[in-house]
């Protein structure tokens, strides 16, 4: 049996190729070597679903956000191999999935925008080249945290429409005391800066919010698909959560700055589970 996984930081798809063939699934909390130790995730990958597989698992292959040094994967690993101690193990960057998943065998640029974002440019292969992934404080652009951290800027400094702030009292009951007490006091604020993507996909047809995406989609084109070589001879595909439900905005942006997008998914595992499918 083979354990597949993509991982974010705000959660994980598990996929299951059984020795028969069939496939199951299930879809847990995500993951983040660069915030949680092996110890963590160990701790929360034993849940029931993994544990009554554990003896049975011979092959993980583990795509996450993170996992982009050797020590990050090895902290990965390490906590896969608590749960899984008779399995051989793999772990790959993000990246590789969303590069397998959309672009398969075929020249593209692969980017992810869920609670952060990144983005490669794929051979058909393999990587050639990956812009600077700093993190939700240095970086980010186009992904969950970013915007919703810019929802929550204007908020305290009341430079947004009333309408919206109003929505926002009523149904958060947001203060600029809970927004720092999340922020600065609770671990994964940019899993809760993200959580506020949902509340201003449902407001998008309000000109301020459809902005703080459209803009900030802009930033992301500007500051990774820009940088690779012949950018605009290539498809640029995406996956990720805050990409697929904003998919009109996010291709109206990609049109008015030139670019052709393809594939839009929201998550890359189906597309994995083909992928090694065939390698089996």
């Given at each position: 049996?083979?354990?597949?996984?993509?991982?974010?930081?705000?959660?994980?798809?598990?996929?299951?190729?059984?020795?028969?063939?069939?496939?199951?699934?299930?879809?847990?909390?995500?993951?983040?070597?660069?915030?949680q130790s092996s110890e963590q995730m160990a701790s929360e990958m034993k849940v029931d679903f993994l544990l009554n597989l554990q003896d049975e698992i011979r092959e993980i292959h583990y795509y996450g956000a993170g996992c982009s040094t050797p020590e990050r994967k090895a902290e990965v690993a390490?906590?896969?191999?608590?749960?899984?101690?008779?399995?051989?193990?793999?772990?790959?960057?993000?990246?590789?999935?969303?590069?397998?998943?959309?672009?398969?065998?075929?020249?593209?640029?692969?980017?992810?925008?869920?609670?952060?974002?990144?983005?490669?440019?794929?051979?058909?292969?393999?990587?050639?080249?990956?812009?600077?992934?700093?993190?939700?404080?240095?970086?980010?652009?186009?992904?969950?945290?970013?915007?919703?951290?810019?929802?929550?800027?204007?908020?305290?400094?009341?430079?947004?429409?009333?309408?919206?702030?109003?929505?926002?009292?009523?149904?958060?009951?947001?203060?600029?005391?809970?927004?720092?007490?999340?922020?600065?006091?609770?671990?994964?604020?940019?899993?809760?800066?993200?959580?506020?993507?949902?509340?201003?996909?449902?407001?998008?047809?309000?000109?301020?919010?459809?902005?703080?995406?459209?803009?900030?989609?802009?930033?992301?084109?500007?500051?990774?698909?820009?940088?690779?070589?012949?950018?605009?001879?290539?498809?640029?595909?995406?996956?990720?959560?805050?990409?697929?439900?904003?998919?009109?905005?996010?291709?109206?942006?990609?049109?008015?700055?030139?670019?052709?997008?393809?594939?839009?998914?929201?998550?890359?595992?189906?597309?994995?589970?083909?992928?090694?499918?065939?390698?089996?």
């Open positions: 049996m083979i354990l597949i996984a993509d991982s974010g930081s705000s959660k994980t798809d598990w996929r299951v190729i059984h020795a028969n063939g069939q496939i199951s699934q299930f879809r847990g909390v995500g993951f983040n070597p660069y915030y390490k906590a896969l191999s608590t749960v899984f101690p008779s399995a051989s193990i793999e772990v790959d960057h993000d990246l590789a999935a969303a590069a397998r998943a959309t672009c398969g065998h075929s020249a593209g640029i692969a980017c992810i925008l869920g609670t952060g974002s990144n983005s490669c440019d794929y051979d058909g292969e393999k990587i050639i080249a990956n812009r600077p992934a700093p993190g939700y404080i240095l970086g980010d652009e186009g992904g969950g945290g970013y915007i919703g951290q810019k929802l929550l800027k204007d908020f305290i400094n009341e430079d947004m429409p009333q309408e919206i702030r109003k929505d926002l009292i009523d149904e958060f009951q947001l203060t600029q005391a809970i927004i720092q007490e999340n922020i600065y006091r609770k671990p994964f604020p940019n899993r809760y800066m993200a959580s506020f993507c949902r509340f201003i996909s449902e407001h998008k047809s309000h000109p301020y919010c459809y902005r703080l995406f459209y803009d900030s989609f802009m930033e992301f084109f500007e500051m990774h698909v820009f940088r690779y070589p012949d950018f605009h001879k290539k498809p640029v595909n995406f996956v990720g959560s805050i990409a697929y439900y904003n998919s009109d905005i996010l291709r109206k942006a990609a049109m008015d700055k030139g670019l052709h997008v393809k594939l839009i998914l929201e998550s890359p595992i189906a597309g994995l589970t083909l992928y090694h499918q065939e390698m089996l």
